[in-house]
Each structure stands twice: as structure tokens, then as C-alpha cells.
């Protein structure tokens, strides 16, 4: 069974930056596709980012995209997401996720591996 353990939230003012990162227990995370997830309180859970296997291959929500970077060391088994001029509706509980295959994923059903969230606030 699989692992994820993020950290790195916390409250922060609009426009600052963040850096979420997600450890994972087994190395075998490294040869899939990870993504990050996010979802506020009454609403469904939303796609923000994934990578492939090959690192090469990264996705992006449009609300996200030119403004969040994610990433992944494999030799430490962590997926990291940069979070660049936070806005207040990118407030939320942000949660890594691995596919169990190097395909990039958009959507929730495609990851069996969660990790507990962490989260993130945003002040205007």
C-alpha cells in the first residue's frame, strides 16, 4: 500500500508564493504519474495538476496554469507543487494523489493513492 504524506501549507497573503511538497513510502510512486488536487468546503474535488511518469509530460488547470509549477525529485520520492501569486480562490485543502500507471491523469477516478490534505490560506 501506498503512502502520500503532504506538507507545506499554510496561510499566506494574496500574491506570496508557497511550495507544497508530497513524500511518498514506496519508490514505485517514482514511475508513475502524481497529481495535486484541491476542493473547498461544498464543492467537488478539483484538478489542479499532474505529471507523468516521464517528468517530461505536466498538465494544468487553465485557473492555475502560468502560475503553478509542478515538479518531482525521484530520488526522494516527492511531487512538489509551486504555487506563484496565490490568489484568493486558490484557497483550499490541497491533496497529492499517485495513478498507478505513467499516465498523466485529469481526473480524480484515475488515482487510487491519496494523500490527507494539507492545508492552504489565502488572504486579500
Known amino acids: 500500500q501506498i503512502h502520500l504524506v503532504e506538507s507545506g501549507g499554510g496561510l499566506v497573503q494574496a500574491g506570496d508564493s508557497l511550495t507544497l511538497s508530497c513524500t511518498a513510502s514506496d519508490r514505485t510512486t517514482n514511475r508513475y504519474a502524481m497529481g495535486w488536487f484541491r476542493q473547498t468546503p461544498g464543492k467537488a474535488r478539483e484538478f489542479v495538476a499532474t505529471i507523468g511518469g516521464n517528468p517530461a509530460y505536466t498538465w494544468y488547470a487553465d485557473s492555475v496554469k502560468g502560475r503553478f509549477t509542478i515538479s518531482r525529485d525521484n530520488a526522494k520520492s516527492t511531487l512538489y507543487l509551486q504555487m506563484d501569486s496565490l490568489k484568493a480562490e486558490d484557497a483550499a485543502i490541497y491533496y497529492c494523489?499517485?495513478?498507478?500507471?505513467?499516465?498523466?491523469?485529469?481526473?480524480?477516478?484515475?488515482?487510487?493513492?491519496w494523500g490527507q490534505g494539507t492545508q492552504v490560506t489565502v488572504s486579500s
Open positions: 494523489a499517485s495513478r498507478d500507471i505513467p499516465l498523466t491523469g485529469v481526473d480524480d477516478y484515475e488515482y487510487p493513492y
